[in-house]
């Protein structure tokens, strides 16, 4: 998780999603390179598996702006079906969690622990 403002946020996320594309290509070619990195790749399928679907943004999909009186959640502009619904979970998590009234039970703990 990070907490940032929307400009370094937008900065860090497009630095992850590169970096996360970079990586799944060089991992694509290095597994067709050779007869040898195929037959690597066919044992180590479950795991690559995982790890495109751990990588995934539409597993991921939603970013909640704080200060608000209510829930927003800001779905990425890529995202597909999954990843609009994904959003709409994480949205809804929030609500059943009751998230703003407890950010603002918890300052307020923290304020009186300051006076």
């Known amino acids: 998780m990070i ?3 929307g400009f370094a946020g ?5 630095t992850i999603e590169g970096t996360a594309r970079f ?3 060089l991992l694509k070619r290095a597994f067709s390179s050779s007869t040898r990195s195929k037959i690597g790749f066919l044992i180590s399928r479950p ?5 495109r679907t751990h990588l995934d943004p539409n597993n991921h999909n939603g970013a ?23 959003a709409i ?5 929030m609500l059943r969690d009751d998230l703003n009234r407890r950010i603002a039970e918890d300052l307020g703990n923290f304020e009186a622990k300051a006076a």
């Open 3 to 5: 907490v940032c403002d």
């Open 10 to 14: 937008n900065i860090a996320l497009k």
């Open 23 to 25: 990586v799944a290509d």
């Open 47 to 51: 795991a690559t598996e995982l790890l």
């Open 64 to 86: 909640i702006f704080l200060g608000l009186n209510g829930i927003v959640v800001k779905s990425h502009g890529s995202a597909n079906e999954l990843g609009v619904d994904t």
């Open 89 to 93: 979970g994480f949205a809804a998590k």
